[in-house]
């Protein structure tokens, strides 16, 4: 528990973190990101003599296929997370962690053929309802927030394919898009737009912190999934968009006028129907009896 709450608290103070890298760019704390969380996760792997379960990866076309997927996805989630964060829009970076457990039961349905309770169908209802609401509060579709689920969303889908462990699978992962991102950083600096060594040691070191920012909030996640239950797993998550919304509204001062709240609080009142129906569905289940048949759709 206390390692589930650890690294959902330090997602949640992503917000804070994220700015000090300015006035590195977007593109380039990402890339940094990238280069880093391989050199620390190596490192990782280094100490715990893991080194045969990456060769196991790499030599398996299929699983390193969907790494790459996975790869690509979770550096787009970061692209667009650094955006939402340096851009001024927090608050919006958290809506798209609180709609994406909705997404990500969407996309088992989509990919996997999944079946929806009742319930979980009236949740996904009520979140569109919500995204409609502040649609029109904004001006355009949550754009940020969608593409943030829709990333982490098919993000998990590319992990439910390869079940690996968290180091091996996020240091094949990092690797995958590690060379495009050293490709960013020689064409930032060749051209002088590269901040690293450029903007003090402090801010050098600051971007060499990414990859240890990366990488154990993972590790810590990780460790409790394994060890806790999973419906305990669901309900810490929202610990993270609620931090990154409180340092949205009272840290930064962005705006939440009355319509964008109501789609808040619709988007609330979704996920507490969708977690008291795993709530209920987790319970039931533990009360069946060994070897009893599941019903349809379970």
Known sequence: MASGLTAYALWGLFPLYFPLLEPAGGLEIVAHRVVWSLLFIGLLLTVLRRWS????????????LVLAGAGLLIAVNWLVFVYGVNSGHVVETSLGYFINPLVSVLLGVI????????LQWVAVGIAAVAVAVLTVDYGRPPWIALALAASFGLYGVMKKLVRVEAAPGLFVETAMVAIPAAVVL???????????????AGHALLLASSGIATAVPLLLFAAAARRIPLSTVGLLQYLTPLMQLAIGVFVYDEAMPPA???????VWVALAVFTADSLRHARSQSRRPAGAALPAGV
């Not at 990919?111 to 009742?118: D, G, I, K």
């Open 111 to 118: 990919v996997f053929s999944e079946r929806l309770r009742r």
């Open 53 to 64: 379960q990456v060769r196991a990866l790499i030599t398996d076309r299929r699983r390193l």
């Open 260 to 266: 964008r709240l109501v789609g808040f609080v619709i």
């Open 186 to 200: 020689g064409v930032l600096h060749s051209n002088g737009s590269g901040t690293f060594g450029n903007a003090g």
